[in-house]
């Protein structure tokens, strides 16, 4: 009875075990033994048929997916796509475990924000054209970023509209730009001569009355340049110097001058001198319209000259003829006769930048020390008569005159240096400086006096002097003699202005820029 019953169960184990495996001998499901249907075994991790597939093993224990293709342990139904690659299908008439090709022209994603219509072309994702980013809206900068595909960036300068007097921006809300007047903005008309230039209902404004020009003189004819400010243009006309004793008044650049009808008809002039003056020792035309070889003559930073050797607006159209008169302007300043002698007397120096005055007179070295070397020595000085008019005013005078940052400055529109010149061989020239200008800097002794003054003096001429000054030079002094000289003269008429002298406009003056050093000297007084 015992041994029936222990052959029964041993049947029934044996049964049960049977249907557990799977034919060879190993449980169907995951490393667990938990149990498992054969289509899970068959099926990738999450992918699966749509279940008009009969997937399952073979009578060997191998994957199948019928109909279909078997990759990576996923079963794919015939033309289902790569998950990952757009261009691949399922082709099981080719292969049922590896990707086909798509159809050549079929569409893709190439994964680019900035590429629409991409195709297919042998498996792989072929860009297609560009995407249009255009916004419609003019101020906008329309572009494509591949990572964040079309971006539309605003372009405020895009929006300017030329008037001060309003804000402007792009405003796609707005439909583009926006210009917005806003009268708290600060402006200008570009006119110098008008004043209290504001911006009033989205328009810069200014007052009725002009910038003042008047400078009580005579002898100039006053307008006001919308760049270049108040300009004084010489006159010849008749005038009074306020001197009894002369007659026959008339103005000549820019000072009212009487004649004497006799000598000694006026009272005689008593002056003294400041403890502060120089003695030039240099002057030559500066090499082109260079820093420390010319100056803006006509206050304009856009223009400068010689054409092609200039920078920064600075102005020396004359700078080519350095090579003709700089030897003779040299041998002049150091002709024992004194032909052309320059001292400078500053009145009263500042150290400020507070205005004073700055006076240049033709000069002579005094005969009481007749052996003293003024071109290295600290030599007495006195002054000619021409430098003093009826009045005992000086010619060249320059009342604005500033020293501030290491930095000496003076003159301008309605200033004059007339340069007075005798050659040997030859005659006597006077070539006018008007708008003239000084830059230069100044060094000091231990005890405080000006050691000496280095800079460039400069302004404009016009043709009719420059023939006077070329036509002074023997021929001698030009290299190839009169042919030079003569060619010289036929190319004066053929030069560039460069300078509106009368503010007119047009320009009627030549530039030129003067590079000049000096040492110190003394100013005996004058009793004349």
Request: charged share 20%.
């Given at each position: ?6 052959l ?22 995951g ?20 279940g ?15 109909g279909?293709?078997?990759?990576d ?6 033309g289902?796509?790569n ?37 297919c ?50 405003d ?14 600060i ?29 009580d ?15 004084y ?14 007659q ?24 003294t ?17 260079w ?13 400068c ?16 003829a350095?090579e ?23 009145i009263d120096?500042t150290?400020?930048g ?6 240049l ?34 010619q ?114 030549v ?12 100013m ?5």
């Amino acid at each position: 009875m015992n041994t029936r019953r222990n052959l029964g169960l041993l049947a029934l184990l044996a049964l049960l075990f049977t249907a557990c495996t799977n034919g060879g001998g190993e449980p169907v499901g995951g490393e667990d033994g938990d149990a498992a249907t054969a289509a899970d075994a068959v099926a990738g991790d999450g992918a699966s048929l749509d279940g008009d597939l009969d997937a399952g093993v073979d009578g060997h224990g191998v994957e199948t997916c019928p109909g279909g293709c078997l990759i990576d342990g996923a079963c794919f139904e015939d033309g289902a796509p790569n998950p990952e690659n757009d261009c691949e299908i399922c082709t099981p008439d080719i292969a049922q475990d590896a990707w086909g090709h798509a159809e050549y022209g079929a569409p893709c994603e190439d994964g680019n924000p900035c590429t629409e219509m991409d195709t297919c072309d042998t498996g792989v994702c072929f860009a297609g054209s560009p995407p249009s980013c255009a916004d419609g809206i003019q101020c906008t900068i329309d572009s494509c970023d591949p990572e964040e595909g079309c971006s539309h960036e605003l372009n405020h300068g895009d929006c300017a509209d030329d008037n001060p007097c309003t804000v402007d921006t792009c405003d796609p809300t707005a439909g583009g730009c926006a210009n917005v007047a806003d009268d708290t903005l600060i402006c200008s008309d570009l006119d110098v001569c008008t004043l209290n230039d504001r911006c009033d209902d989205g328009e810069c404004v200014s007052d009725a009355e002009p910038l003042p020009c008047d400078d009580d003189n005579a002898c100039t004819d006053e307008i006001c340049h919308p760049v270049f400010g108040c300009v004084y243009a010489f006159n010849e006309e008749p005038c009074n110097d306020g001197a009894s004793c002369t007659q026959d008044d008339v103005c000549h650049w820019g000072t009212c001058l009487g004649v004497e009808p006799w000598s000694y008809s006026c009272p005689p002039c008593d002056v003294t001198f400041s403890e502060h003056v120089q003695k030039l020792t240099k002057i030559s035309v500066g090499s082109g319209g260079w820093a420390g070889e010319a100056l803006n003559i006509d206050g304009d930073l856009k223009t400068c000259s010689p054409t092609g050797d200039c920078e920064n607006g600075l102005d020396n159209a004359l700078s080519f003829a350095g090579e003709f008169i700089n030897d003779t302007i040299q041998q002049n300043i150091a002709a024992e006769d004194n032909t052309l002698l320059f001292t400078v007397e500053l009145i009263d120096p500042t150290w400020d930048g507070v205005p004073f005055t700055m006076k240049l007179y033709y000069s002579y070295l005094s005969p009481t020390n007749a052996d003293c070397d003024f071109m290295q020595e600290t030599c007495i000085y006195q002054a000619g008569t021409i430098n003093f008019d009826a009045l005992c005013n000086v010619q060249i005078t320059f009342d604005n005159t500033t020293f501030e940052d290491g930095k000496l400055t003076a003159g301008g529109s309605g200033y004059i240096f007339p340069f007075q010149m005798s050659f040997a061989g030859g005659g006597d020239a006077e070539l006018v400086l008007y708008t003239a200008r000084v830059e230069g800097t100044l060094t000091f002794a231990e005890d405080g006096s000006i050691a000496s003054m280095t800079g460039v003096f400069g302004g404009a001429v016009t043709k009719e002097d420059i023939t006077d000054l070329v036509n002074a030079i023997a021929a001698e002094y030009f290299p190839g003699g009169q042919d030079m000289k003569d060619m010289i003269l036929g190319m004066v008429p053929l030069m560039n202005n460069d300078i509106d002298l009368d503010g007119d406009g047009t320009t009627d003056g030549v530039s030129i820029g003067m590079v000049f050093d000096s040492i110190p000297g003394i100013m005996a007084p004058y009793y004349y």
